[in-house]
């Protein structure tokens, strides 16, 4: 327990003075302008030892945010900002929750996934006090001054109801929960700190200061007020909208916060004091697999050998027969074998390979159509003797050190291929075979980009749609375009903009605003499985349906924390292949043998006319119109022609020439 109020000891000269413990960063999406690595950069330059990021009702950037921090060398504190919802009459909390250490940090994170996951209509991101009082050990919790029942029944001169609220808090966060104070502009504080005071005296409860931190700078209020109006839909002139934010909630210095708590020293010493009491350690970097189920009597590795070894002689005999062995070169497969195998098991990726070769095999015997494998992977002879792929990679001089190099250590990372409509069924099977608290996709994060910035902002400060509408058009259509990108390769930009103030005024704002996390989405294929329940690595998170789980961290940083990501992609091709196959056998003469896709000669001259034609219209990777062109130019003949054109339709082939030499 921290000293209380009339206790307080002198600020020393050495002490850093305060810790900013309540601060929304872009990632609370509804407000906050605060973006991680310019916060630590302020931090480092303020000389600050440490500082705390607490969303609104998330955790996203959490990974991102610690580690940052600890590059840095300041002390993270992982926190969140929640709502707690208002029992019997009392008013709604704007409680801060911090993490004192790992079991903290576990508490918090299943605090923040029953915000989603046990509130199916998405109705409001809040929690109830039940759900609090299960998981506060090793949370230090922040009463939400004004804005919480104690604040609101101080300010309505009930202190008896105040102290009930008190008692009440206090008995869930024993020795772990502090009155706090602001000072940042708004109708009534004085009067609330003032009656705060007394109710602190009077149960010898802590207080602490914070500053609501959601700007860096004070001139970034303005841009602050359009990023809010952004996500309300309002305009900054709409009578309507709530105006919640003042011009002193920014970044200050803690001789700021100094000269504004000078009569109560105590808050700043307490924001001191819960700094140094959260202590939180992740484990980082270290991939956990999920366990998949060998026989007894065997490790991981041995059956995993075994089987490959297995799976090869299956290979060579649809190669070349039952007499494979007496083959001129079959010794190459099996040293190649040798070689992948103990790199693998010396890695420790058996598990994830056996993972990777089960949902495979699982969605083959189910009827659901899976592509024969693409990317780095292919280049793994052992990924085709588990058929996790189907091309033999000796037979195209295919690389295992592009797929796992044991001198650069990184998870393996097999691009897997499913039939658009039997996709998800795969990942049911997933979720059913290791359990639903293990498997989730992955959450993605939409940006204000330079095109949607410029229309939104001119939008809500009430510009004519017309002007935004000329802005947006003049700003070339191509992915990763940012507005410095746009005035530096379309001169009529900056010559509309400097000839025109009401331009001028959107560019400048949208500048501030660009890049800014504007909303969440779910990764096209990426799939997590856990080696125990999810909320042990990342918050979990639901669509706005409240159905599809997702993880509150992106898919780097799921794998910063642990997790290991699986690559379920949905391909629409693999759905036409099926119909097209469904349709031939269907119509095929009696007695005829059945059409089977994985046994076509790759030498028909009728498939290779049609591709020379440029017909290639809903062909995986060859359907873009400049593939296209290139086709048409290089005139492929052998399936080799096809591995090339794909190799060389990529930016420095075609913009090197070297393109043009290869078809000579």
């Known amino acids: 327990m ?51 990021v607490t969303d609104l009702a998330n955790m996203f950037g959490l990974i991102k945010f610690y580690s940052g921090a600890i590059k840095e060398g300041i002390k993270p504190v992982c926190g969140c900002d929640v709502v707690v919802r208002g029992e019997e009459g009392a008013a709604d909390t704007r409680l801060l929750l911090l993490a004192k250490d790992r079991e903290g940090y576990l508490n918090l994170s299943k605090l923040i996934s029953l915000i989603y996951t046990d509130n199916p209509n998405r109705s409001d991101a809040s929690l ?26 101080l300010l309505e001169g009930d202190q008896a109801r105040a102290a009930a609220y008190l008692s009440r808090w206090r008995s869930l966060f024993p020795e772990s929960f502090y009155l706090e104070l602001q000072r940042v502009g708004r109708e009534r504080e004085e009067d609330y700190i003032d009656a705060v005071l007394d109710l602190a005296a009077a149960t010898r409860t802590p207080v602490v200061a914070t500053n609501d931190v959601r700007f860096l700078e004070q001139d970034d209020f303005d841009a602050h007020e359009v990023r809010v109006c952004i996500n309300d839909r309002r305009t900054l002139d709409d009578p309507r909208r709530s105006r919640e934010y003042t011009d002193q909630q920014y970044l200050k210095e803690p001789a700021e916060m100094l000269a504004l708590f000078n009569d109560i020293p105590t808050a700043l010493e307490n924001s001191i004091e819960i700094a140094k009491r ?17 026989p007894d009597g065997l490790t991981m590795e041995e059956f995993f050998s075994q089987i490959s070894v297995d799976g090869m002689k299956r290979r060579l005999i649809s190669l070349y027969g039952e007499d494979y062995a007496e083959e001129e070169g079959i010794d190459r497969y099996w040293e190649r074998l040798d070689f992948e195998l103990k790199i693998i098991n010396q890695m420790g990726f058996a598990g994830y390979f056996l993972i990777v070769m089960e949902f495979i095999q699982w969605s083959k015997d189910n009827g659901i159509p899976v592509g024969p494998g693409r990317g780095s992977g292919a280049g793994s002879i052992v990924a085709y003797a588990l058929k996790i792929t189907d091309l033999d990679p000796l037979k195209y001089d295919l690389l295992f050190e592009r797929f796992l190099n044991p001198e650069r250590v990184s998870m393996p990372d097999f691009d897997v291929d499913f039939c658009m409509e039997g996709r998800d069924r795969v990942i049911q099977h997933v979720a059913e075979l290791y359990g639903k608290e293990a498997v989730s996709q992955i959450i993605t994060f939409g940006t204000l980009a330079a095109k949607a910035v410029v229309r939104d902002v001119a939008r809500v400060q009430g510009k004519p749609y ?22 530096e390769e379309e001169p009529e930009l900056g010559a509309f903009v400097d000839s025109d103030e ?14 800014i996390t504007r909303n969440v989405g779910k990764h096209a294929g990426g799939v997590v499985i856990a080696p125990t329940k999810l909320t042990d690595f990342t918050p979990l998170y639901t669509d706005e349906a409240g159905q599809g789980l997702v993880t509150q961290f992106d898919k780097n940083d799921v794998e910063t924390a642990g997790l290991v990501k699986f690559d379920f992609l949905g391909l629409r091709t693999l759905t036409i292949i099926d119909w097209a196959v469904k349709m031939i056998n269907e119509r095929r003469d009696e007695g005829a ?9 790759l030498n028909d001259e009728r498939v290779y006319k049609l591709l020379q034609s440029g017909e290639t219209t ?23 022609d096809i591995i090339a054109l794909v190799a060389l339709f990529l930016p420095g082939p075609l913009q090197s020439g070297m393109v043009d030499d290869f078809i000579d």
Do not use: W
């Open 2 to 52: 921290t000293e209380s109020q009339d206790q307080a000891p002198a600020a020393s000269e050495s002490s850093p003075g305060f810790v900013h413990l309540r601060l929304h960063t872009e990632f609370s999406i509804v407000d906050g302008l605060v973006r991680i690595k310019p916060l630590l950069a302020r931090a480092r330059e303020l000389n600050m030892p440490a500082i705390a």
């Open 128 to 153: 109830r006090l039940d759900q609090l009082g299960a998981f506060s050990d090793g949370v230090i919790a922040l009463s939400g001054g004004q804005f919480s029942d104690i604040g609101a029944a």
């Open 278 to 294: 959260c202590n939180l350690s992740l484990d980082l970097g270290t991939p956990r697999l999920p366990n998949y189920p060998v």
């Open 466 to 487: 017309a002007l935004a509408d000329k802005l947006s058009k003049l700003i070339p259509f191509e992915p990763g375009m940012t507005l410095t990108k746009a005035f």
């Open 502 to 515: 009401e331009a001028q005024e959107i560019i400048e704002m949208a500048f501030k605003l660009e890049g």
């Open 593 to 601: 043998p059945e059409l089977n896709i994985d046994h076509l000669e």
């Open 618 to 640: 809903a062909i995986f990777q060859l359907e873009s119109r400049g593939m296209k062109e290139l086709i048409k130019k290089q005139v492929p003949n052998c399936f080799e």
